[in-house]
T-cell receptor
Framework: DVKVTQSSRYLVKRTGEKVFLECVQD?????MFWYRQDPGLGLRLIYF???????EKGDIPEGYSVSREKKERFSLILESASTNQTSMYLC?????????????FGPGTRLTVL | DQQVKQNSPSLSVQEGRISILNCDYT??????FLWYKKYPAEGPTFLIS?????DKNEDGRFTVFLNKSAKHLSLHIVPSQPGDSAVYFC????????FGTGTSLTVIP
């Protein structure tokens, strides 16, 4: 079974803080993704990575950056958190193709920015 | 712009009946479609998929139908069970996956 874990289930931060969300997958998947889920908007892709040190912008990259130094780990960074970044953040991984292979999701991190 | 739309935010169905969840998309280049199920406090899990070369795919109680001319897909669950109560997301694949807004299904015992 593929396992995708996220470092925190719930996180509360203050406006302006730097926030790190960590994601680890244990199945040697090539691709990793960060989404945010908001009511009425579904899942929106922030960034994805198809290889170590490689990254691609998704639909809503503004205010975020990512890091993938090791194949199994993909970090989402909020350089200066703002209240409109309060959301559920979901990490996912897939085996090879970013556009056809099934994505496996972590449990999510509920981030609140005060 | 939302390229994948689920126009019904919620749906209630009696146990044993059919649940039909709908999804529309705008991009005719999408060639692969999936449904995910999400329980509260868990990440989405893959349910069923369909390639654009097919118009139907069945897996147990779950069937996905694709109407390419209408840019529409639907998920049928027969018979519906209380454990099917969850949020269902459809997704379409182009250079990345595009997810719909989700439909919350409640199956009433």
């Amino acid at each position: 079974d593929v396992k995708v874990t996220q470092s925190s289930r719930y996180l509360v931060k203050r406006t302006g803080e730097k926030v790190f969300l960590e994601c680890v997958q244990d199945m040697d998947h090539e691709n990793m993704f960060w989404y945010r889920q908001d009511p009425g908007l579904g899942l929106r892709l922030i960034y994805f990575s198809y290889d170590v040190k490689m990254k691609e912008k998704g639909d809503i990259p503004e205010g975020y950056s990512v890091s993938r130094e090791k194949k199994e780990r993909f970090s989402l960074i909020l350089e200066s958190a703002s209240t409109n970044q309060t959301s559920m953040y979901l990490c996912a991984s897939s085996l090879a193709s970013a556009s056809t292979d099934t994505q496996y999701f972590g449990p999510g991190t509920r981030l609140t920015v005060l | 712009d939302q390229q994948v739309k689920q126009n019904s935010p919620s749906l209630s169905v009696q146990e044993g009946r059919i649940s039909i969840l709908n999804c529309d998309y705008t991009n005719s280049m999408f060639d692969y479609f999936l449904w995910y199920k999400k329980y509260p406090a868990e990440g989405p899990t893959f349910l069923i998929s369909i390639s654009s070369i097919k118009d139907k795919n069945e897996d147990g109680r779950f069937t996905v139908f694709l109407n390419k001319s209408a840019k529409h897909l639907s998920l049928h669950i027969v018979p519906s069970q209380p454990g099917d109560s969850a949020v269902y997301f459809c997704a379409a694949s182009g250079n990345q996956f595009y997810f719909g807004t989700g439909t919350s299904l409640t199956v009433i015992p």
